[in-house]
């Protein structure tokens, strides 16, 4: 059974920078997609952003554009996402999440079958 831990979640303010971490377990998620969404109170799951496993392409929302880096590191089954620039409207539950797909990037929640815990990312203005 595949597992993902999310941490690195965290108060901040407005401007400062924060680095999510997944790990992954019972599952090698280096040849699959997997994405970050995040969820803020009252409102859906939404997509953050998602990289290939073919070949390691980056995507992301447009809100996220410029400020938020996706990453893997195959050899420790982890995910990262460097955020930057942070703003209030970035706050959120952040999960990481696996699909079944080396290569078709779906922005929806229900293309992925592997979820975290979420880990709180507050930012204060």
């Known amino acids: 059974q595949a597992q993902l831990v999310e941490s690195g979640g965290g108060l901040v303010q407005a401007g400062d920078s924060l680095r999510l971490s997944c790990a992954a377990s019972?599952?090698?998620?280096?040849?699959?997609?997997v994405a970050w969404f995040r969820q803020a109170p009252g409102k859906e799951r939404e997509f953050v952003a998602a990289?290939?496993?073919?070949?390691?392409?980056?995507y992301y929302a447009d809100s996220v554009k410029g400020r938020f880096t996706i990453s893997r590191d195959n050899a420790k089954n982890t995910l990262s996402l460097q955020m930057n620039s942070l703003k209030p409207e970035d706050t959120a539950v952040y999960y990481c999440?696996?699909?079944?797909?080396?290569?078709?990037?779906?922005?929806?929640?229900?293309?992925?079958?592997?979820w975290g815990q979420g880990t709180q990312v507050t930012v204060s203005s």
């Open positions: 999440a696996s699909s079944g797909s080396f290569a078709f990037v779906i922005r929806d929640p229900s293309g992925y079958y592997y």
């Open positions: 019972g599952r090698t998620f280096s040849s699959y997609v």
């Open positions: 990289i290939r496993g073919i070949d390691s392409k980056e």
